[in-house]
C-alpha cells in the first residue's frame, strides 16, 4: 500500500465523512455490478441497445453544463504567480471557504477512489493521479478517459507520487461550486458540479492546469494540443499537434477524412485536445496524448463533418445532455439527419416542442480512443511522437492567411502568444468579438501566462530541433460574410504546404507577418476554389494588420514585467516589417 495515498484517503473520510469507501479497480467486473445502480438511480439511461450497444444518456442539472472559469482558481501562495489571466485565491482562504462545504458532504453516500494514469501505462513520460469522488457518473467516464483502476496502483507502487483530487457533487448550487488548483503542492479540490470539465479531474485540472505549472518546474510542456499523423503517398509518417480555442474544430481536424487518400495522403489521430511534449535525446520534441478517450462536442457532428467521432461513440460510450428519440436513438443539432417525431429534449421535455435545441449546444459523448476507426498504431507508444509541426489557429474573419509559417521559434511563439478567435453569434450571442486566447491555454495555464511565454522561448533554446511553427485560418470570410475556405477534410491541403515546407519542397512568399504558400505552391486538384478566391485566402491587408498591432499591444501589456523581452522584440520587428 502507498503510504501516501492510505494517508490522503483517510484524510478525505474524515473530512467528508461517506457511508462507504469503494476502491475503483476499473475492471469489467466492477462496472457490470456498477451499471444497474446508475440506471436504477437515474444516473444514466439506457440508449437503444441495439444501435447503440453499451452507450447511455446522461442528464446534468440544467445550471451545470459547462466549464465554469469564473468559479476556477489557481491558488498559489503569491497572487502574481497565478498571473493576471487566472482567478486567484491564497491557498488558506481557499481550503477554509470549501473545507467547509466538503465538510459531511458525502454523508449518506458512497466515496469512490479512483487511481488512474494519465499517458500509456508504463510510459516514462506518464503520470498518476488519484480522484476520490463522490459520483458514480464521473467514475463511469474516468473509466473511459483514463487509464483507471488497478492498472494505476500497479503503476504507483508503495512510494510512487500521484496528484490528488476531491471532488465532491454537492448541491449542485452555482454559488457553491469551485473548481480549486494548488499548483504548488499538485493538489485539485472540485465542489458542487457534475460536468465533465469540472469534474473528470485527470482532463482539464490535471493534464493542463497542474501538468503546466509541473512542466515548468521539469522541463516540458503541457499543452492544449490535438496530435495527428500524416502519412505521405512515400508511407513516410509526420507527426504535427495543433492548439485551437474552443469551437475551432480540433476534434474534426484531429480526425480528418483526406480527400487525397487515393494519392497517398492520410491523416490518423493521436489525441483529440491534449498534448503532453518533452525534447528527446535527438533534440526534438516528443509528444504523448496523456488521455485514453475523447470528450467530444455533439452538436454540429455529423457523418459529413466527421464520421470517425460517431463511430468511435456508436458503442460504450456516453452521452451527456443530448435529445433522444422514444426508442431510445440519441439525436442533436447539426446530426444530419431529421429528428424523429417525437423527441424528448435535454431537459427531459417530451415531446420537444421545437422552440429551443433539444439537445444543449454543449451536449458532449465520451469515447474510448481505442474504438477510433482512424487511431494510429502509434497512439499508446509509450516513447510518444516526434513532433514536425506546430499549428495554432484561430476563428478570424477577416485578417489572417489561411496558412502561414512562422519566421523562427520565437516568431512562433509570439504566433501563440496572440492567437485570438472572433466568437459565433451561437456561442455568445455576439458575434466578432475578439478574445484573445494564447495557445488555447487561457483557461488552462496554471500559472502566470507572461512566465508560461518564457517558458516556451526557453524550450526552442533547449530543444536543438524544434518543430517549425505554423497559424491557420479555416474561416475566412468575403465582403458578404460567406466561408471562402471549403474546411473540414479540405484542410489536408495546407497541411500537405505545411509537410512540404518541413521538407524544404514548397515555396513560400515571405510577407511581413511569416511565410504564405505561393497559389502553385498548395495542391489545389479537384478543388473548386477559383484563384480569386484562393488570392483573397492568401492576402495580407497591411493596414489591417498594422491595427492589430496596436490590438497586440494592448494584449502584451496585461503582462507587464512578465512579458518576455524576446515577444516585445517580436512586436517591434513585425511593425518594421508592416512599414
Ligand atoms: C474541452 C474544452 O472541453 O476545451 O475540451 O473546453
Ligand atoms: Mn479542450
Given at each position: 500500500?502507498?503510504?501516501?495515498?492510505?494517508?490522503?484517503?483517510?484524510?478525505?473520510?474524515r473530512?467528508?465523512?461517506?457511508?462507504?469507501?469503494?476502491?475503483?479497480?476499473?475492471?469489467?467486473?466492477?462496472?457490470?455490478?456498477m451499471?444497474?445502480e446508475?440506471?436504477?438511480?437515474?444516473?444514466?439511461?439506457?440508449?437503444?441497445?441495439?444501435?447503440?450497444?453499451?452507450?447511455?444518456?446522461?442528464?446534468?442539472?440544467?445550471?451545470?453544463?459547462?466549464?465554469?472559469?469564473?468559479?476556477?482558481f489557481?491558488?498559489?501562495?503569491k497572487?502574481?504567480?497565478?498571473?493576471?489571466?487566472?482567478?486567484?485565491?491564497?491557498?488558506?482562504?481557499?481550503?477554509?471557504?470549501?473545507?467547509?462545504m466538503f465538510?459531511?458532504?458525502?454523508?449518506?453516500?458512497?466515496?469512490?477512489?479512483?487511481?488512474?494514469i494519465?499517458?500509456?501505462?508504463?510510459?516514462?513520460?506518464?503520470?498518476?493521479?488519484?480522484?476520490?469522488s463522490d459520483?458514480?457518473?464521473?467514475?463511469?467516464?474516468m473509466?473511459?478517459?483514463?487509464?483507471?483502476?488497478?492498472?494505476?496502483?500497479?503503476q504507483?507502487?508503495?512510494?510512487g507520487?500521484?496528484?490528488p483530487?476531491?471532488?465532491?457533487?454537492?448541491e449542485?448550487?452555482?454559488?457553491?461550486?469551485?473548481?480549486?488548483?494548488?499548483?504548488?503542492?499538485?493538489?485539485?479540490?472540485?465542489?458542487?458540479?457534475?460536468?465533465?470539465?469540472n469534474?473528470?479531474?485527470?482532463?482539464?485540472?490535471?493534464?493542463?492546469?497542474i501538468?503546466?505549472?509541473m512542466?515548468?518546474?521539469?522541463?516540458?510542456?503541457?499543452e492544449?494540443?490535438?496530435?495527428?499523423?500524416?502519412?505521405?503517398?512515400?508511407?513516410?509518417?509526420?507527426?504535427?499537434?495543433?492548439?485551437?480555442?474552443s469551437?475551432?474544430?480540433?476534434?474534426?481536424?484531429?480526425m480528418?477524412?483526406?480527400?487525397?487518400?487515393?494519392?497517398?495522403?492520410?491523416?490518423?489521430?493521436?489525441?483529440d485536445?491534449?498534448?503532453?511534449?518533452?525534447?528527446?535525446?535527438?533534440?526534438?520534441?516528443?509528444?504523448?496524448n496523456?488521455?485514453?478517450?475523447?470528450?467530444?462536442?455533439?452538436?454540429?457532428?455529423?457523418?459529413e463533418?466527421?464520421?470517425?467521432?460517431?463511430?468511435t461513440?456508436?458503442?460504450?460510450?456516453?452521452?451527456?445532455?443530448?435529445?433522444?428519440?422514444?426508442?431510445?436513438?440519441?439525436?442533436?443539432?447539426?446530426?444530419?439527419?431529421?429528428?424523429?417525431?417525437?423527441?424528448?429534449?435535454?431537459?427531459?421535455?417530451?415531446?420537444?416542442?421545437?422552440?429551443?435545441?433539444?439537445?444543449?449546444?454543449n451536449s458532449?459523448?465520451?469515447?474510448?480512443?481505442?474504438?477510433?476507426?482512424?487511431?494510429?498504431?502509434?497512439?499508446?507508444?509509450?516513447?510518444?511522437?516526434?513532433?514536425?509541426?506546430?499549428?495554432?489557429?484561430?476563428?478570424?474573419?477577416?485578417?489572417?492567411?489561411?496558412?502561414?509559417?512562422?519566421?523562427?521559434?520565437?516568431?512562433?511563439?509570439?504566433?501563440?502568444?496572440?492567437?485570438?478567435?472572433?466568437t459565433?453569434?451561437?456561442?455568445?450571442?455576439?458575434?466578432?468579438?475578439?478574445?484573445?486566447?494564447?495557445?488555447?491555454?487561457?483557461?488552462?495555464?496554471?500559472?502566470?501566462?507572461g512566465?508560461?511565454?518564457?517558458h516556451?522561448?526557453?524550450?526552442?533554446?533547449?530543444?536543438?530541433?524544434?518543430?517549425?511553427?505554423?497559424?491557420?485560418?479555416?474561416?475566412?470570410?468575403?465582403?458578404?460574410?460567406?466561408?471562402?475556405?471549403?474546411g473540414?477534410?479540405?484542410?489536408?491541403?495546407p497541411?500537405?504546404?505545411?509537410?512540404?515546407?518541413?521538407?524544404?519542397?514548397?515555396?513560400?512568399?515571405?510577407?511581413?507577418?511569416?511565410?504564405?504558400?505561393?497559389?502553385?505552391?498548395?495542391?489545389?486538384?479537384?478543388l473548386?476554389?477559383?484563384?480569386?478566391?484562393?488570392?483573397?485566402?492568401?492576402?495580407?491587408?497591411?493596414?489591417?494588420?498594422?491595427?492589430?498591432?496596436?490590438?497586440?499591444?494592448?494584449?502584451?501589456?496585461?503582462?507587464g514585467?512578465?512579458?518576455?523581452s524576446?515577444?516585445?522584440?517580436?512586436l517591434?520587428?513585425?511593425?518594421?516589417?508592416?512599414?
Amino acid at each position: 500500500m502507498n503510504a501516501k495515498l492510505q494517508r490522503w484517503v483517510d484524510e478525505c473520510i474524515r473530512l467528508t465523512q461517506p457511508d462507504n469507501v469503494h476502491w475503483c479497480d476499473g475492471s469489467e467486473e466492477e462496472y457490470e455490478k456498477m451499471l444497474p445502480e446508475m440506471l436504477q438511480k437515474g444516473i444514466l439511461t439506457e440508449l437503444n441497445q441495439k444501435e447503440y450497444p453499451g452507450c447511455y444518456l446522461h442528464r446534468t442539472h440544467p445550471n451545470d453544463v459547462a466549464r465554469v472559469e469564473n468559479l476556477t482558481f489557481i491558488c498559489t501562495s503569491k497572487k502574481e504567480d497565478a498571473g493576471p489571466t487566472n482567478n486567484w485565491m491564497s491557498p488558506a482562504d481557499a481550503k477554509a471557504k470549501v473545507g467547509e462545504m466538503f465538510k459531511g458532504s458525502m454523508k449518506g453516500r458512497t466515496m469512490y477512489v479512483i487511481p488512474y494514469i494519465m499517458g500509456p501505462a508504463g510510459s516514462p513520460l506518464s503520470k498518476i493521479g488519484v480522484e476520490i469522488s463522490d459520483s458514480l457518473y464521473v467514475v463511469a467516464n474516468m473509466r473511459i478517459m483514463t487509464r483507471m483502476g488497478q492498472i494505476a496502483l500497479d503503476q504507483l507502487g508503495e512510494d510512487g507520487d500521484f496528484v490528488p483530487g476531491l471532488h465532491s457533487t454537492g448541491e449542485l448550487d452555482p454559488n457553491r461550486r469551485f473548481i480549486l488548483h494548488f499548483p504548488e503542492e499538485s493538489l485539485i479540490w472540485s465542489y458542487g458540479s457534475g460536468y465533465g470539465g469540472n469534474v473528470l479531474l485527470g482532463k482539464k485540472c490535471f493534464s493542463l492546469r497542474i501538468a503546466s505549472f509541473m512542466a515548468r518546474k521539469e522541463g516540458w510542456m503541457a499543452e492544449h494540443m490535438l496530435i495527428l499523423e500524416l502519412e505521405d503517398p512515400s508511407g513516410k509518417l509526420t507527426w504535427m499537434a495543433a492548439a485551437f480555442p474552443s469551437a475551432c474544430g480540433k476534434t474534426n481536424l484531429a480526425m480528418l477524412v483526406s480527400p487525397l487518400e487515393n494519392e497517398g495522403y492520410k491523416v490518423r489521430t493521436i489525441g483529440d485536445d491534449i498534448a503532453w511534449l518533452r525534447i528527446g535525446e535527438d533534440g526534438r520534441l516528443w509528444a504523448i496524448n496523456p488521455e485514453a478517450g475523447f470528450f467530444g462536442v455533439l452538436p454540429g457532428t455529423s457523418m459529413e463533418t466527421n464520421s470517425s467521432a460517431l463511430v468511435t461513440a456508436k458503442s460504450n460510450s456516453i452521452y451527456t445532455n443530448v435529445a433522444v428519440s422514444d426508442n431510445g436513438m440519441p439525436w442533436w443539432e447539426g446530426m444530419g439527419v431529421e429528428p424523429p417525431p417525437i423527441l424528448t429534449d435535454w431537459l427531459g421535455n417530451r415531446p420537444w416542442n421545437g422552440e429551443k435545441p433539444a439537445a444543449h449546444p454543449n451536449s458532449r459523448f465520451t469515447a474510448p480512443a481505442r474504438q477510433c476507426p482512424c487511431i494510429s498504431p502509434r497512439w499508446e507508444d509509450p516513447m510518444g511522437v516526434p513532433i514536425s509541426a506546430i499549428i495554432f489557429g484561430g476563428r478570424r474573419a477577416k485578417l489572417t492567411p489561411l496558412v502561414y509559417q512562422s519566421n523562427s521559434w520565437n516568431h512562433g511563439v509570439f504566433i501563440g502568444a496572440t492567437m485570438a478567435s472572433e466568437t459565433t453569434s451561437a456561442a455568445m450571442g455576439k458575434s466578432g468579438v475578439l478574445r484573445r486566447d494564447p495557445m488555447a491555454m487561457l483557461p488552462f495555464c496554471g500559472y502566470n501566462m507572461g512566465q508560461y511565454f518564457d517558458h516556451w522561448i526557453k524550450m526552442g533554446v533547449k530543444a536543438s530541433n524544434p518543430p517549425a511553427i505554423f497559424h491557420v485560418n479555416w474561416f475566412r470570410q468575403d465582403k458578404n460574410g460567406k466561408f471562402i475556405w471549403p474546411g473540414f477534410g479540405e484542410n489536408i491541403r495546407p497541411i500537405i504546404w505545411m509537410l512540404d515546407r518541413i521538407n524544404g519542397k514548397a515555396k513560400g512568399r515571405e510577407t511581413p507577418i511569416g511565410t504564405v504558400p505561393t497559389p502553385d505552391s498548395l495542391h489545389m486538384e479537384g478543388l473548386n476554389v477559383s484563384n480569386e478566391t484562393l488570392e483573397q485566402l492568401l492576402s495580407i491587408n497591411v493596414e489591417d494588420w498594422k491595427a492589430e498591432t496596436d490590438s497586440i499591444e494592448k494584449h502584451f501589456q496585461t503582462f507587464g514585467d512578465d512579458l518576455p523581452s524576446e515577444l516585445s522584440e517580436e512586436l517591434i520587428a513585425l511593425k518594421k516589417r508592416l512599414g
